[in-house]
């Protein structure tokens, strides 16, 4: 856990981006680059965008993290209540 008074933007970004769960039945997540296949909507990707915003430096930062389906991954047979 980050102290609220010592992160940077940078360090609470990456924080989160490690601690997202993986889906049931995708692969790890991994980072969203221009000019793979889940831009177009040709395959089922799952897509997380984090973004924080520190008004202290009056800048955004976010990280773009993309999953495949994986046939050998565990699935959740009964999803939970939201």
Do not use: C, K, N, Q
């Not at 769960?21 to 980072?31: E, H, K």
């Amino acid at each position: 856990m980050l102290s609220d008074r010592s992160a940077t933007a940078e360090m609470a970004l990456d924080h989160a981006v490690r601690s997202v769960p993986r889906l049931a039945g995708f692969s790890a997540w991994r980072p969203g680059i221009s000019g793979i296949p889940y831009l177009s909507g040709d395959e089922p990707h799952a897509v997380v965008v984090v973004l924080i915003h520190d008004p202290r430096d009056a800048r955004v930062r976010s990280a773009t993290l993309v999953a495949t389906p994986d046939p050998a991954a565990p699935t959740d047979p009964e999803p939970s209540p939201r």
